[in-house]
Every structure is written in C-alpha cells, then in structure tokens.
C-alpha cells in the first residue's frame, strides 16, 4: 500500500507527458527535469540508463532547456506503448528501492544499477505487454 502511494507522488512529482510520438521515436516532458547541481550527483544518467539497456532503444537524450526526453528506438522490436510500459516498471522499481537509492553513495552508483536492472527484468518477466 505504501508503495503504491509512493509510486503515485512520484508520477505527480515527475509529471511526464508524451509530447510527440512517432514510428521510432517518443518525446517525453518532464517538468521536474534538471541538471544536478554542482555538488549533487546526477542519477539521471543512471536511471535514464535502465532505459537504454532495453533491446530496440537506439538513442536517449535529455534536453534539459526543454524539459524533455528524447527517446529513438527500433520500430520492429518496440512501440511507444512498450516503452511507457517499461518506464512505468522502472518507477516501480525506483519507488520500492528508494530507501537503498538516497543511501547509495555515487563511487556505488554502477553497483546499485546493477541491481536495479535486475529488479527490472524481473519486473519486464512478469510484465504481459512485453512479453507478447
């Protein structure tokens, strides 16, 4: 139940919004998008990493000007609802290790990574849209 309520403020907070989507292509807003600050580690990178490990996602790039994320993928293997679908597991899996996330100092970012994608595909294993 926390979870869920968690996961919830978190899609608030984020407030993501598909502003195009194409054929290979899905251009995401987000309003909370910004670079770290100068003493702040930018788990950005890392998150938007989880992402880019799927099969079929050719190019991500974040444009921070606009608030938005540009996502270029391979048309054969993924659709724009497939990757909503893959960034709604990844909030999940954000949300449940939270806690793990604010401790993680950043010489361990990769390790924690690691172990989120293998939260993920645990998830994606489960998940029926992308395994049809």
């Given amino acids: 139940m ?9 899609l608030s907070y984020l407030d993501l919004k598909v502003v195009e989507s194409t054929s290979n292509m899905l251009i995401l807003s987000c309003k909370r998008l910004k670079p770290a600050g100068p003493d702040e580690f930018d788990y ?6 989880l992402l880019e490990n ?4 050719s190019s991500i790039n974040v ?7 540009i996502i270029k993928y391979e048309s054969d293997k993924l659709n724009a609802q497939k990757i909503q679908t893959y960034i709604d597991l990844i909030i999940d899996v954000v949300v ?16 924690l990574l690691k172990d989120l994608n293998v939260s993920l595909e645990e998830k994606v294993a489960k998940a029926p849209l992308l395994n049809s």
């Fill in 2 to 10: 926390a979870s869920s309520i968690k996961k919830k403020f978190a």
């Fill in 63 to 69: 444009d921070y000007t606009k608030q938005q994320i």
């Fill in 44 to 49: 950005t990178d890392k998150i938007l990493a």
């Fill in 96 to 111: 449940e290790n939270l806690d793990t996330i604010k401790k993680c100092v950043p010489t361990k970012a990769d390790n």
């Fill in 54 to 57: 799927i099969k079929g996602i």
